[in-house]
């Protein structure tokens, strides 16, 4: 086929295409004028970052901290949670752009508190945001967990929450995770064994939960996370009142190596942050000594 054809007929095509594009942009254009005849907003004709503040105006409403953003989704029990809940369902629903763009605020920096449950007692159910909330649970950048030592809780992040928070650091968004450690801890016989002759013995043995399961599922998780994924993990102790054998594992306080001694003395203090790394190499794998080795009388 000669050129001269051929260049005629592409600059016929790219008119026609020229065209086709004109009367979709003028079929736009009038559904835009009709669009703001009947008083509908051009929302995402707006600039990224003048969306994203307005979005933050309508899902966080007036302060950062509200029980919504810390145990988000529709069993949140108080009032002023749940309208702000249903007030940011309500923009979810719009469509999936603005969900996204939404979601991605609403669920930036989460905290769940599962001590409340502990304390009423009975083995609770794995924290319902993470195990259900499939969608909303990539979004999340910043996931703060507060829990117990308690066989059940502890348990639950080797068996339960480890892969979900794998999927939210490989397919989300999850960046920081941190896990605060609350002061109910189990005393030495809680999972068996008696107690340690001293406080010295303790720095040095540790009481026997941390042989257990549990807390060796908890140990596998943090090692697992340490090497593949690209996620920042940090590990809080209250500092009020916890077992002496974390003490080998935070900073010392100023008065002194063994000043603190399970409980700091510094009021203003309430959280420790635990050298995580250490606290693996140490007692991963760790054994429970024979029974005769221990003392059966109390302190
Ligand atoms: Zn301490």
Redesign the pocket.
Known sequence: MPRETLAFRSKQHASHSNTARNRTRLGKQQQKKEFRRRGVFPFFELPFELRHEILKLATLQSNTTTSARSSPGPSSSSSSASKSYQQALCLFLTCRWLYEEAAAIFYRDVVLDTRASSENGGPSSPTPFLVRSLTPRLYVRTLRIRFYVKEYHLGLFHTVYAPILRDMAQNGWLEHLVLEIGYQFPSPSFWGGGHLKNRAEELLCAPLFVTQPPFQGFLKMLHGFSFSLPMKVAVY?E?AD?P?F??AF?RA?ASGEGA?????PDGGTQL?KIRWTDLVKTFAGAKAPPAESWAVDAI
Request: proline letters at 7%; a neutral charge; one cysteine or more.
């Open positions: 102790l500092a916890h002496p974390w003490c935070h306080h603190c001694g399970g409980s700091w420790l």
